[in-house]
């Protein structure tokens, strides 16, 4: 099982998009994965798994922090340790990009989502209230408040 990433491009959209619609309630627009490709600011990768598309994950940087927008697994590939190996990719090269600290919100449901980031070493700091416009829930507002301490 050969894993590797590579940038958000023209090759891996069709099925980023298609990963993001599995994935997501209110799906991110082709539009706004290709904003992510050449972003200054940002890193936005595809996983690919022995060749396949098969995830993907976008971090905006913001001074000296890593805000991670956007991940996702295929559902046929989760529970395969893929979402770990993105998530420590995405804080690896924020923090060779010279971000200290990193943050997130996630969804008060998504419990996989927030044992993956505390599992990192995120912690829960806060509610935001009503926070997802789709269904009005909260979202769980996560940090990472040492990057460059972490133990990646
Ligand atoms: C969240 C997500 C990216 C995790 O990806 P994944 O490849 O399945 O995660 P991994 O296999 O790397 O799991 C890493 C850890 O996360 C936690 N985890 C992941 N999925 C879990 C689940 N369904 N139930 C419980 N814990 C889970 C576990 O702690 C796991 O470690 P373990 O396998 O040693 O128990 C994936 O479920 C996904 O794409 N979900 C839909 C999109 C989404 O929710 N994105 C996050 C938005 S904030």
């Known amino acids: 099982m050969v894993v590797r990433f590579v940038p958000l491009s023209d090759q891996n959209l069709a099925a980023v998009l298609q990963i993001e619609k599995l994935s997501n309630l209110s799906p991110w627009s082709e539009q706004s994965f290709r904003n992510e490709f050449n972003h200054t600011h940002g890193i936005a990768r595809a996983v690919l798994l022995d060749g396949e598309v098969v995830g993907f994950g976008v971090a905006w940087l913001l001074v000296d922090e890593c805000h991670v927008t956007n991940i996702a697994i295929h559902p ?43 599992k990192l070493g995120f912690k829960k700091t806060a509610l935001r209230k009503r926070y997802y416009p ?14 460059r301490g972490w133990d990646s």
């Open 76 to 118: 046929d590939h989760r529970r395969k340790g893929l979402g770990d190996k993105l998530m420590r990719e995405l804080l690896v090269l924020s923090r060779e990009g010279g971000m200290t600290c990193a943050t997130l919100e996630v969804r008060a449901s998504n419990e996989a989502a927030q044992l993956l980031y505390e």
């Open 134 to 147: 789709d269904n009005q829930e909260d979202a769980v507002v996560m940090w990472l408040y040492d990057l």
